[in-house]
């Protein structure tokens, strides 16, 4: 009987958990980049142009990489396989509202399955100036959820965004 009470309680507290756990998360970081705005978008929308200044292409330089489509354009895709730190997946340019916005999927599948979506967005601060943001946003199933109450996302991906970011302008500013 005592087990039953113990298995009957484990239940109660999975479920209570499961019920205020986070059911979305959204991270993003921004930053201002000295370069007009067409300029900085024409590097964005390009997967391949990505690499060049994303944190994880660093943190595996030998990873395998395979581009399908035509890059730069909706449906372009870039695949990836490497090590523990940057794991495997795929990135689909889903949308792009040109000069604006550049939306994708990201579809990881090592090491566990998930789907966010992603976004670049390129906003004028003056002729010679444009605010960059980079995000992204998805939803915590369950079990997954339970543990959001314990990480917090922002905190993870966000220094990468900024690591990220930093490349870029500094790449762009040469």
Known sequence: MLALY???????LI??????????????RSIEINCPKDEVFNNLKYLKKQDEWSPWAKRDPNMEQKF???????GAISYWNG?????????????IIEGERIDSELRFLKPWKSTSDAYLITESVDAQKTKVTWGF???NKFPFSIMMLFMNMDKMIGKDFEEG?????????G
Do not use: C, R
């Open 165 to 173: 970011l930093a490349s870029l302008k500094k790449i762009m500013e």
């Open 83 to 95: 090590n523990k730190e940057v794991g495997e997946g795929e990135q689909e340019l889903t949308k």
């Open 68 to 74: 399908t489509g035509t890059d730069g354009e909706v």
């Open 15 to 28: 479920l209570l958990l499961a019920a205020i756990a986070p059911k979305t998360y959204n991270v993003s």
């Open 137 to 139: 946003s998805g939803k």
């Open 6 to 12: 113990i298995i009957l309680g484990i239940m109660l």
